[in-house]
C-alpha cells in the first residue's frame, strides 16, 4: 500500500495533457468482444480499471494486448464464460459485459459489480432493458444469469438517466432484430463515444447524445480502429486544482464544450478562463466568491466533480451550496475535509461550504473522486504535507497523476505506507 504526500502552497503552472476518458475506455474495451475480428483501441489511459479489464477480456478467451496507449483486441475466441467471481468484482464497469456478452452470446453470467460503492448503485435499469429485448434474468447467489433464446428490439423508457444502462442496453441492443428504441436514455459523451465505436463496427445507432437512441439491430460486427475521447472529468479536476493553487494551467488535449458547466461555474467565482479549440488556459485570482452548484446529468455539472469542487469552495470568501442531484450521499470526502479545516456542513443531499483556511492533515481516500477532492485540498493548503491513503482508488481514474503535478511545479510524492 502507498500514501500520497502533498506539500501545499505552490501555485500550478504550465500545461498538463489530458489523456483518454476512462469512463469511455471501459465501455469500449468490452464493447470489442460484439465484433468477431480485431478492435484497436488508441488514446487509453494507463489505469488500474483498464489493467483490470484487459484480463477480465482475456480470461473471456480475447488475445488483448497494449503498446502504449494503444490497446489491440482480438476477439475472435472470446466465449461466454461464467464470470461471478474475482476480477469483475474490482470495478463498476464490468457490468458493461452482461450487455456485451448478451448481445454475442445470447448469455451471460457475471457477479455483482464491485468499484466506488459510496452508495447503493442499482442496476435495476439495465435488467429491465435485458428483459424487454427477451432475456430473462436471474440474481443466483449474487450472481446475475441473464439468457434469451433470441433477442429482440424494443422500446425501453429508463425511469432514471443512467449512463451505465443506456450503454449496456445499446450494447446488447446492437445485434438483437429488429429496433430498439431507447426513451429518456444518458446524454454524456462517453455514450456517443461507444456508439461511435459499434457504429464503425457496422452496427446501425443514432441520436447518441439526446435522450431517444435508436437502434437497428445487425447480424455480425468486425472490427475498427477508434480513438478515445479525453477524460473530461480529468481535465476538470486540474483546472480545479489550477484555480485552488492560484496558478496559470493549460489543460490541453481537451474538447471544451465537454467542460463548459465546470468552466461557466469556475468563471462564476471568478477563475479567469481562456478557451482554445483544443485547450483550456485557467487562471486563479486571490479572492473568489461563492456560489451555488448543481450536480446533475450531462450537459449539467458532473456528480464526479463534485467532490474536488468542494475542495475548491473552501477558497471562497463566502457560503457556496453544492446540491448532488445524481447520487444522495456521495459526500466520504468531508469528513476528511473537515480533519483538515474545511466548514462544511451536509443537509439531506447538499454540502454547505463556508470559505476556510485548510491546514495539512492525515487523511484517506474512500472512492476515487473523494481522493481527488483530498488531492486538490492538499495543493490548496498554504504551507505544510498533507498524507493522503487509500491512493489506489485514485489510481483507477487519474494516470500520471504525480508526473502530471510535479511538471506543474506541485510537490507531490508517494510513499509506502
Ligand atoms: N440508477 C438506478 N438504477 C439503475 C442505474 C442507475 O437507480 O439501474 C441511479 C443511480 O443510483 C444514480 C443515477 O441513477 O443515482 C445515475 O447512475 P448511472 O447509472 O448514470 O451511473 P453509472 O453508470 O453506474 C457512471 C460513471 C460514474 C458516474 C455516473 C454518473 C462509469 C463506469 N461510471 O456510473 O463515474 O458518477 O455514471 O455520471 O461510467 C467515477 O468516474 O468516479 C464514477 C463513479
Request: net charge neutral; with cysteine; hydrophobic share 45%.
Amino acid at each position: 500500500m502507498e500514501k500520497l504526500l502533498v506539500a501545499g502552497g505552490k501555485p500550478l503552472r504550465g500545461t498538463v495533457p489530458i489523456s483518454g476518458a476512462k469512463n469511455s475506455a471501459v465501455a469500449l474495451i468490452p464493447a470489442a468482444i460484439l465484433a468477431e475480428s480485431t478492435v484497436i483501441l488508441d488514446n487509453l489511459p494507463a489505469l488500474s480499471d483498464v489493467e483490470t479489464y484487459m484480463t477480465l477480456l482475456g480470461e473471456l478467451g480475447a488475445v488483448v494486448s497494449r503498446q502504449g496507449d494503444q490497446m489491440t483486441i482480438d476477439p475472435s475466441a472470446v466465449r461466454s464464460a461464467p464470470m461471478p467471481n474475482g476480477n469483475v468484482k474490482k470495478l463498476r464497469a464490468s457490468y458493461y459485459l452482461m450487455g456485451a456478452l448478451l448481445g454475442r452470446f445470447g448469455e451471460a453470467v457475471i457477479g455483482l459489480p464491485g468499484g466506488c460503492n459510496f452508495e447503493p448503485r442499482p442496476i435495476d435499469q439495465h435488467i429491465k432493458g435485458f428483459e424487454a429485448l427477451g432475456a430473462r434474468v436471474s440474481n443466483e447467489y449474487g450472481a446475475i444469469h441473464i439468457r434469451a433464446s433470441k433477442l429482440k428490439g424494443a422500446k425501453i423508457y429508463l425511469d432514471v438517466v443512467s449512463v451505465g444502462a443506456t450503454i449496456n442496453i445499446m450494447l446488447a441492443a446492437t445485434r438483437a432484430s429488429g429496433i430498439t428504441i431507447i426513451e429518456n436514455a444518458a446524454k454524456e459523451p462517453e455514450i456517443i463515444d461507444v456508439a461511435t465505436l459499434l457504429n464503425a463496427m457496422g452496427a446501425k445507432i443514432k441520436g447518441a447524445g439526446t435522450e431517444t437512441i435508436r437502434i437497428e439491430g445487425v447480424d455480425s460486427l468486425s472490427g475498427c480502429r477508434h480513438s478515445i475521447i479525453p477524460d473530461r472529468i480529468q481535465a476538470a479536476t486540474y483546472m480545479i486544482a489550477a484555480a485552488a493553487t492560484r496558478g496559470d494551467v493549460t489543460v490541453d488535449c481537451v474538447i471544451p464544450k465537454h467542460l463548459e458547466a465546470v468552466t461557466a461555474k469556475l468563471q462564476e467565482m471568478g477563475v479567469h478562463i481562456y478557451e482554445m479549440d483544443e485547450s483550456i488556459r485557467v487562471v486563479g485570482q486571490r479572492d473568489y466568491e461563492s456560489i451555488d452548484v448543481k450536480a446533475l446529468v450531462y450537459p449539467g455539472f458532473a456528480t464526479d466533480i463534485q467532490s474536488p469542487m468542494i475542495s475548491l469552495l473552501t477558497q471562497t470568501n463566502g457560503i457556496s451550496l453544492l446540491t448532488d442531484y445524481v447520487y444522495s450521499n456521495r459526500f466520504s470526502h468531508i469528513p476528511e475535509l473537515q480533519r483538515m479545516g474545511a466548514r462544511i456542513k451536509v443537509e439531506g443531499r447538499s454540502a454547505i461550504i463556508e470559505g476556510s483556511r485548510l491546514n495539512a492533515a492525515k487523511v484517506r481516500a474512500t472512492d476515487l473522486r473523494a481522493g481527488a477532492s483530498l488531492v486538490v485540498a492538499g495543493l490548496a493548503v498554504p504551507d505544510g504535507v498533507t498524507e493522503i491513503s487509500g491512493v489506489e482508488f485514485i489510481d483507477r481514474g487519474y494516470d500520471r497523476l504525480v508526473a502530471n503535478l510535479t511538471e506543474l511545479g506541485a510537490e507531490i510524492w508517494r510513499e509506502k505506507e
